[in-house]
């Protein structure tokens, strides 16, 4: 390994200053990424992650002609859930698929030019599948995370490994499933695990070497770090104050998993990581807002600092991450984020400073808070709809069930939104189920899973689960929406030729009209759509692109709901299409 990076190092030297030009992408192509129409370079089209494209081709009168270009399998026996948002640079396709497999295709005729397999042990501990959602692009590398913790970079052009490095220990229950995030010349990543006890973070590295830069812990009372060129860390402060909001010890081991990844905007300079539920489930044992779990963070990207934090749960019971993802926009002069929250609520939050701008529900049934109080941003607690106490229970050993809409599994999950600055409205893939809830007994055991919680989760309404949602952020309105049988479980992206395109467990990518939700297209994939799509024009043609693969946590976790999807089938494959000739 240290050969291969000294091998980079003379070629880098003897390049002169050529050699940020003959890299490959650089930190400018990355900031315009969002507006460039022939490539896409980042996981969200854009840092901001809004997934709108300004394309116009393929629009509400072209689309009925829409027509497969190519599609390509992933082969073998390992299909599993499929996430993957795929990459396009220099004629190639960088898609990811599950069991941290990663693929180079030709992008105009699908033709494989290089495959790399991880290698993983057989003890790993995904708790939602063996999925990833895709990778980075920097100069002339293409990094991607692994289920057995480790970050990945190859050669753009060969799949050879340039760097290889460990994010922590899958042993103890530290995995990693999302998109790498690039950020003012830094490769930003986070951590999965929250239901193994692990500790959340936010890491920055040295993209072209792997190289720790800082580190940025997500529960309160751990410490950040600096690194030198040597790799030795100097402290850089401890996030928030220790035992402030947690009492007595469950914050060395509190969860808060960044597992989603990141968004990052130039205009404010700061990285947005959502964080997951703190852990464990049993919120009796945990006493205290328990920070910062169940929040946004916004991260200062020069000094590894939280800049602010907006808690969408405090002292969360229902394991409702505040993971998803925070999307940047323009709204009346001001520069806001939005955040479709696990919890049912929408949240948009000043991007600058993180005060509460508006907060409103965008599903039909949420049980567990009447609202969210605008002057405070704390939720307005339904106290009778949080899971019993287990030691007040029968024996001790079960505490009072509830029934609790959405269920953990969320309003929204991992399928990131879109954002349209064309119709000013947000894409929002809903889901309406909700659970029975109960606590248990738990105590940390390294590596073990750590609920203290058991559940059953199920669907709300006879004749649909998900529902795509067109949601104005000023007015908190769901202009329209468009039902589905399944649960939504796939990501949007919304384009300038008024189209909105997302994909279906039951196998269909759709194209709606933005402004009506009106269906104007779909295609059946073959597997169920748990990933967002993507679009870019080569040359005079514009294509748009899907990954299909049944799976993710909705089969392993769904109870009820599991079963009632039960008859899709799994598969693993990306799709391509053009208008037709």
């Known amino acids: 390994m240290k050969t291969q990076l000294i091998k980079l190092s003379v070629l880098s030297a003897l390049a002169g200053p050529l050699a940020v030009y003959a890299a490959g992408v650089t930190d400018a192509m990355i900031e315009a990424s969002a507006k460039s129409t022939n490539e896409v370079l980042t996981w969200g089209m854009g840092q901001q992650g809004q997934r709108f494209s300004p394309l116009t081709q393929i629009n509400t009168k072209t689309v009925k002609h829409l027509v497969p270009a190519w599609s390509f399998s992933f082969g073998g026996e390992k299909q599993r859930g499929q996430e993957s948002q795929p990459l396009v640079y220099n004629g190639r396709m960088f898609v990811t698929a599950s069991y941290s497999r990663i693929y180079a295709l030709d992008v105009k005729t699908g033709k494989k030019l290089w495959k790399y397999e991880h290698r993983l042990p057989e003890n790993i501990m995904p708790c939602c599948d063996v999925i990833n959602r895709g990778a980075a692009l920097y100069d002339n590398l293409v990094i991607f995370a692994t289920l057995d913790a480790q970050l990945v970079a190859l050669n753009q052009e060969t799949g050879e490994v340039v760097w290889k490095e460990k994010i922590d220990d899958y042993a103890a229950g530290y995995s990693n499933t999302a998109a790498p995030l690039i950020a003012k010349g830094l490769l930003l990543t986070g951590v999965s695990g929250g239901e193994f006890g692990i500790v959340g973070r936010v890491e920055a590295r040295d993209p072209r070497t792997g190289q720790l830069v800082w580190s940025r812990p997500t529960v309160e009372g751990h410490m950040g770090y600096k690194y030198d060129k040597d790799g030795n860390p100097t402290p850089n402060g401890i996030s928030g104050t220790t035992n402030k909001t947690w009492p ?18 130039p205009k404010t300079g700061l990285a947005y990581f959502g964080t997951g539920n703190p852990a464990p489930w049993n919120s009796h044992l945990r006493p205290g807002d328990n920070l910062y779990s169940s ?22 019971g229902w394991d409702f991450d505040g993971v998803n993802e925070f999307v940047t926009f323009d709204m009346d002069g001001k520069r806001l984020g939005g955040k479709a929250d696990r919890n049912g609520f929408f949240y948009v939050i000043d991007a600058n400073n993180g005060k509460l701008e508006n907060a409103f ?12 109080d605008l002057k405070t941003g704390r939720p307005k607690y339904i106290d009778e709809s949080r899971p019993g106490d287990p030691t007040k229970g029968e024996n001790g050993k079960k505490g009072k069930s509830v029934f609790s809409a959405p269920s953990f599994l969320g309003g929204k999950n991992q399928m990131p939104m879109a954002y349209s600055p064309k119709s000013k409205l947000f894409y929002v893939p809903a889901n309406e189920w909700g659970m029975e809830i109960w606590n248990e007994p738990i105590s940390y055991k390294k590596g073990a899973a750590y609920l203290g919680a058991g559940f059953t989760i199920k669907a709300l309404n006879e004749d649909y689960i998900g529902a795509l949602r067109a949601i104005d952020p000023k007015s908190g309105k769901i202009v329209w929406e468009a039902k589905n049988n399944a649960p939504l479980w796939g990501g949007v992206m919304t384009t300038a030729g008024d189209l909105v395109f997302y994909g279906t467990p039951e196998g269909y990518l759709k194209a709606l009209d933005t402004k009506t939700g009106k269906e104007m297209w779909k295609f059946q994939t073959g597997s169920g759509v748990v ?14 692109a899907v990954v299909s693969g049944w799976g993710g946590a909705v089969p392993l976790w769904g109870g009820d709901v599991a079963r009632r999807v039960n008859f899709l089938e799994q598969g693993g494959s990306v799709w391509v299409f053009k208008l037709a000739n």
């Open 531 to 544: 990933a967002p799509p993507i679009t870019w024009q080569d040359g005079d043609t514009q294509y748009v």
């Open 248 to 265: 007595g010890e469950l914050w060395k081991t509190g969860g808060a998993a960044t597992w989603l990844g990141g968004t990052y905007d």
């Open 295 to 316: 929040s946004t963070v916004a991260i200062d990207v020069a000094t590894g600092q939280i800049k602010w934090h907006y808690q969408t749960t405090p002292h969360d």
């Open 361 to 372: 529900p965008f599903v039909k049934k949420i049980t567990w808070a009447s609202g969210i």
